[in-house]
């Protein structure tokens, strides 16, 4: 390490010299160019932490690890912001499939004959959430990666609320396939929300938040879902009268297209893209090295990585079993309880709403012990417990049994969401946390659609099929938690900002030494000088 230091010559004029640190004695002055003074932060970090820069709080060296960790009150609402987005476009994904039997009832004349294809059809309107993603996630994440979060956010919401226009255009018994094109222009919206939470909360929260930052943006996500399983059948009430069909779906399309519009408004005015400057030391090394690092290459090394890699499969077998059951929960519930529309929709509260719980105080208790894959595995093991409980309890038709269950299930299966999330964070850092949330999300869409789109075969040949799919899903999951077992725990974030903490108090202790030892070196000048006069 060499710094620069004052020596003064003959005529009394000072000189640089180079010279090692641990020499002492000497004055320490940083190295300056015209550069340093115009421009406190190079065109590089000015690219990460350029909007609305607070010079303040950054030091005059260009180096990015010189830059000063700041938190703002703004992460709050740009959270809360994200969150709103996320619910809305959630409770589309739900809101026509937990009404199955009324919107098949409605689009008849646009359906196939055969029921079993009208059902594919329905389930066809969740799973295009599921298909859209697969495909798109990787161009969003390289965007997200390049122009950051607002226009990111901005394009979702507005694709959000078109899709949410165009289903109220579709209302009629022969436009169905317009009601297609709507959601899959939601879905694609979808793309734009899904993969966000880890990626903001690393780029506005504190260390010691991110998890509940994850966790509050998921908790958006589910919120949606519990919103679209419990409006729907208390809007759309009617058995099996058209037009009164009609006038309900109408006034839950039209409501929801309102508040899509708004919401848009709202992220045009107030979403930022990063705050001025960065909340932790983790943050900083990111984005120092992130303009360094390709997006195909950032790729190859999260594929590189055999834990990341084991985790990307288990995340999509638990999620992508939660769609599965999102997905056929009305044909579920009416299959063991005919004709019991409202309860179907209120399990599927249940199952969400007690996900929130689990996703806040996941996130709460890792911010705290940063115990991920001990945490990882309990929250999948009792997943497992909570399908297989839920499976025998549907058999026994007891719909009070079924409602515990459904609580337990949710509790852990949804709550493993933001848990998955910053695993991932940790054993791919300093890759974008953009770019696996995506690739996690990317595989819980294939997972769900392979497991819907199985379970509904079954359920068509087998004269116990709901048991038989429902089974197979308690099976898979514990495969799981198996591959769970065998993720190896190298938390790299961690690591990370306790190494950039250390250098911090070293650099901190050196600035200290040379200011006790200035003034001697400042005295003895003084000395040499009089003595020459």
Known sequence: MHVQTLEMDEKGASKPELEDAETGGRLMVPETNAEDVVSPVSTENANHYGDGLDTHHLPLNQNSSNLEVHLYRKRWLIVLLFAACSTSNAYQWIHLNIIGDKVVLYYNASLPKSVYLQQVALDWL??????????????????LDK?????????????????????CAALHPDRFALVVFAQTTCAIAQVFILGIPAHLAAVWFGPNEVSTATAFGVFGNQIGCALGFLLPPEIVTSAQDVEAIERELKVMLYGGAVITSVLFVLVLIFFQNRPPSPPSQAQILAASGSSDEAYCSSLRNLFANASFVLLLVTYGINTGSYYAIGTLLNSLVLYYFPHDHVNAGRIGLTLVVAGVAGSILSGIWLDRTKCYKLTTIVIYAMSCVGMLCFTLTLCLSKIWAVFLCSGILGFFMTGYLPVGFEFAAELTYPEPEGTSSGLLNAS?????????????????KLQNG?????????????????????????????VAQLTRLNEALIEEEVVSDVKTKSPAKVERTDTNDASDI
Do not use: C, H
């Open 147 to 167: 122009k950051g979060l607002r226009l990111v956010i901005i394009a979702g919401s507005l694709l959000n609320a078109l899709g949410a226009w165009l289903k």
């Open 444 to 460: 819980a869409q294939i997972f769900g659609i392979i497991l819907t789109l199985g379970i509904r075969a079954v359920t068509e």
């Open 466 to 494: 709901m048991l038989a799919g429902n089974l197979a899903i308690t099976a898979v999951l514990l495969l799981g938690v198996v591959g769970t077992i065998l993720i190896r725990s190298d938390l790299r974030r961690q």
């Open 126 to 143: 969740s799973m295009v959430y599921m298909l859209a993603y697969i495909p798109l996630i990787f161009p969003l994440t390289w965007l």
